[in-house]
């Protein structure tokens, strides 16, 4: 990744106070130089259909042992970048191309047995755990990427998201793993397994503190990628947490639920 390019991304967004008011426009020598880099864009306009036609297209040019590797090689380099193609990939495995459908009246719908929920405005889409609009116009990718650059993503499920992460993922060269990884994978594993029973993701968090080079957000984030990828998932229908909290994907974990063996050994079996 250019330095340079990455420092005018950052900039962009973020200063030592948090964030900065998003830019209405992109433009100057700066911008052209980021974009020249692949780490800036200009303003999508994209309808829905395109979008998942897309995805399809990316995702079908990206394997499992690329997103894996990737995410393995990011718990000891710190490049939380590379985490999220992980979850972008596991959502859209099965994922087709189709047509718009509103979900509106289709909020309480029950299909085979199961509840949809509404990520978005397209109730197919809804039924992969994916967010989509009917129509994109002039969307802002930069702010997007300088999330999955600073905290490996934040809109982990959204379409363009899942999107631009997976095409950028399928830019990288020479990622290799190495045994510092697959031992930090070990250790997250075994510090999951040691949870207590009714411990839930902030007091995992906690947990995870020192076991990988980490801020608070980055294992936010990482505990969201596990569970997108199906690692972390409750064992059990549990009533959903009212209120503010802070995850999505694993806001009904608990220590009791460990991690599904069957898909670490699918994704990573190779390496342990």
């Known amino acids: 990744m250019d330095k340079k390019a990455k420092q005018i991304l950052m900039k962009t967004f973020w200063s030592s106070q948090g964030w900065k008011p998003r830019p209405t426009e992109y433009s100057g020598a700066d911008f052209e130089y980021a974009k020249s880099k692949g780490l800036m864009f200009d303003p999508l306009t994209i309808s829905h259909d395109e979008c998942a036609q897309r995805l399809v297209e990316i995702r079908e040019k990206v394997t499992k042992e690329q997103v894996a590797s990737a ?33 509106k009246g289709k909020d309480f719908l029950v299909e085979n047995g199961v509840h949809y929920a509404m990520y978005g405005d397209c109730h197919i889409c809804d039924g992969y755990h994916i967010a989509s609009l009917a129509h994109y116009q002039k969307e802002d990718l930069n702010v997007l990427n300088f999330e999955r650059i600073k905290w490996g993503g934040v809109r982990l499920n959204h379409i363009l998201y899942m999107t631009l992460d997976l095409e950028l993922l399928g830019r990288e060269e020479n990622i290799e793993v190495q045994e510092e990884d697959v031992a930090i ?29 980490s801020s608070k957000a980055e294992r936010d984030i990482f505990m969201e990628i596990l569970g997108t990828a199906g690692i972390l998932v409750p064992a059990k229908d549990r009533p959903g947490r009212g209120g503010k909290n802070d995850f999505m994907a694993v806001v009904n974990w608990r220590g009791e639920d460990g991690f599904s063996e069957p898909e670490v050994q699918n994704l990573f079996g190779q390496w342990l």
């Not at 490049?79 to 459908?101: D, G, Q």
């Open 185 to 213: 994978l070990r250790q997250v594993l075994k510090t999951i397994s040691e949870c207590e029973p009714t411990d839930a993701a902030r007091q995992l968090e906690k947990r995870l503190h020192g076991v990988f080079p």
């Open 71 to 103: 995410f393995l090689h990011s718990l000891s380099t710190r490049k939380v970048y590379l985490r999220s193609a992980l979850s972008s990939w596991a959502l859209s495995k099965s994922f087709t191309v189709h047509a718009f459908e509103s979900n």
